[in-house]
């Protein structure tokens, strides 16, 4: 065979199979579907990870403040709600960044809505998301970039609805539970937030 017709035939290979290194599909739906970018290939060719702690981005800053969160129509819905009673343990920002706010008045049985917004990377965050929906039935979509997974259920002692919401983008998880408390767009609030 003519030389340089075969070196012509090898790089084309090459660039096949670095192409083929780069896909990610796995064939299986569910949030580890949602937006991961391709692998990095090395020179000669093999399939390289991309170091997972390096964000290509700035990182999102973890933010303060529960109220500044928050849409003025959510705001609203809360209104005589407290926030962050110490009756209900740790609130606030936490030593390493995190921010938890507990909206609960202590003379309520049950109504609440507690809400912690963590860092967290992306392949734990994943796996915490798929084993709610393999373990537990939470159900999954890929609003605003990120991956949200929530359920409800009735409560057992009381006739009120109880639920959790989990939203994950960009190494932050935004992990709602609530009990008889559910302001519309709670959560759209805090992700335009901190993403828009």
């Not at 989990?166 to 959560?187: C, K, M, Q």
Request: hydrophobic share 35%.
């Amino acid at each position: 065979m003519n030389p340089r017709i075969a070196a012509g035939a090898a790089a084309l290979l090459l660039v096949t199979l670095l192409t083929g290194c780069g896909s990610t599909g796995s064939g299986s739906a569910g949030p580890s579907e949602s937006g991961e970018p391709p692998s990095s290939s090395s020179p000669d060719g093999s399939a390289s990870p991309s170091p997972s702690p390096t964000p290509t981005e700035t990182p999102i800053a973890l933010p303060s403040d529960c109220r500044a969160i928050l849409s003025d129509d959510v705001l609203a819905q809360l209104d005589g709600i407290p926030l962050n009673d110490a009756t209900f343990g740790p609130s606030g920002v936490g030593d390493d960044g995190t921010l938890t706010c507990i909206w609960a008045d202590p003379k309520a049985d049950t109504t609440r809505l507690v809400t912690t917004i963590s860092l967290m990377n992306r392949g734990p965050a994943l796996d915490m998301l798929n084993a709610l929906v393999a373990d537990e039935g939470f159900t999954c979509f890929t609003p605003d970039g990120g991956t949200r997974c929530e359920k409800t259920w009735p409560n057992t002692q009381y006739p009120v609805t109880d639920g959790r919401t989990l939203f994950w983008r960009d190494d932050v998880l935004i992990d709602s539970e609530y009990s008889n408390l559910a302001p519309e767009g709670y959560t759209s609030s805090i992700v335009a937030h901190l993403f828009d």
